[in-house]
């Protein structure tokens, strides 16, 4: 990607195995990259089915929602907004695919550096084109969201993450429960995190943002995340199967 030094920083931030299978891979997207995925999270915000408060078994979520490819509500996929205005899903942009694909190969070198004696790395990235769901999620000031972890796909293939404006802390805990062992990793404007392999199925959460501390070019008041997934469903059919409850 064209990520490269980030700006002000005396060192640049390097690649990180948060754990095994999950890697952190700081100022991956440059400033025109991080631009371009935020103008296309302004269109798909819009109506219809659009940016949408999610209800949850625990309550109302802080962070506001968009699905692309199928529609994410708790806790299966939908092609509609089921839980919105019932319109069907945008679709899924090869583009976002294209990056998903060569952020997770490229998170794959750099856990296969790091996980020696293992030259596979503990995962292999997807085919090209097999992205093909996508969450956006709007933090405003304030909004966090709680432990939990991504289950509703069928596919063992990574999740991509790209974050956009201001920082946060990204806690990324253990397949096990919502408790610790947890490592807390600052996520900023351009960063992107991968977890796949033995950390696919971990609980992770956003505990809090850092408000104002967004790159003040890009024009952002709060923080974006997108999470390129593969989803494993069969989009052409009628009502995909979710998962059961997480
Ligand atoms: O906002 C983030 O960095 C994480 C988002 C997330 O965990 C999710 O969409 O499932
Ligand atoms: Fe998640």
Redesign the pocket.
Known sequence: MDGGFPDQELFPREPALVAPGAVHLPAHLGTERQAELLAACRRWALPPAGLRTVRTRGGVMS?R?VGLGLHWYPYAYARTAVDGDGAPVKPFPDWLGEWAHATAAAAARTAAERTPGDAAGPWEPPAPGEYDVA?V?F?PEGAR?GM?R?QEERSPAP?V?F?LGDS?V?RFGNTEGRGRPWRDTE?RSGDA?VFGGPARLAY???PRTRPGSGPERLGLHG?V?V?VRVSGLDLASEHPPGAPAR
């Open positions: 962070v929602q969450l999620n933090y969201m939990h991504d999740v993450s974050s946060c990204f996520l995190f992770h959460a956003v923080r995340n999470t």
